[in-house]
């Protein structure tokens, strides 16, 4: 049922998941399945979960995702993840915080968070995905979301609980939203979108 799960969100951000076989060592699974973008390992397994693999596979410049099943209470990756810096993903989650993991597990490498640190010019690009990626002068890392209301409001309070807005989501999860009109929604641009970000709460 999982593999399952992880497989439908890996095609929904258009990539296609391979799994390692249920005897198959993680090394030999690394080797088998080539190329590999991104590895998403069971945080309970542990021959997925040691060092040695995760610095294999980053050597190789395969990002490591650590997912988990949601338990009551308990929203925080392992402990030996959170020292390591690696994405954590709960499970069950949804498309779009999916892509997000997948795009910052994608990005980890020394180069990006070495350039991460340092402020530059705002600029967008895409995610693995499709997302939209602001990067704000900051160097904070934006993930942009547009959410339209449909055509068809009944009541003032199903249009009020409709407004259309731009979404940010930071790589925290921290999401920030911004009232837009439906005009305001083709402009992407980088000045207009520090602008948004600026008046978003």
Request: glycine share 8%; net charge neutral.
């Amino acid at each position: 049922m999982t593999a399952a799960l992880l497989g439908m969100l890996v095609e929904l951000a258009q990539l296609e998941p391979v799994f390692a076989e249920p005897s198959e060592r993680p090394e030999d699974a690394l080797n088998r399945l080539v190329p590999i973008l991104v590895v998403i390992a069971d945080g309970d397994v542990d021959a997925f979960t040691s060092d040695l693999f995760v610095a294999r596979a980053q050597h190789r410049g395969i990002g490591v995702i650590v997912f988990g099943i949601g338990k009551r209470g308990r929203r925080q990756p392992p402990e030996w993840a959170r020292q390591r810096g690696l994405p954590y993903l709960e499970l069950p989650t949804d498309a779009e915080q999916f892509g997000r993991i997948l795009d910052q597990a994608i990005r980890q490498d020394r180069r990006s968070r070495l350039a991460g640190d340092r402020r530059s010019s705002a600029h967008v690009e895409r995610a693995v995905d499709g997302t939209l990626i602001f990067h704000a002068e900051s160097g904070e890392r934006w993930y942009v979301y547009d959410r339209r209301s449909g055509e068809r409001r009944r009541t003032p309070e199903q249009a009020a609980i409709e407004e259309s807005y731009r979404a940010f989501v930071n790589q925290a999860g921290v999401e920030l939203r911004v009232a837009l009109d439906p005009d305001e929604f083709g402009d992407k641009s980088p000045r207009t979108l520090e602008s948004q970000l600026a008046r978003a709460k």
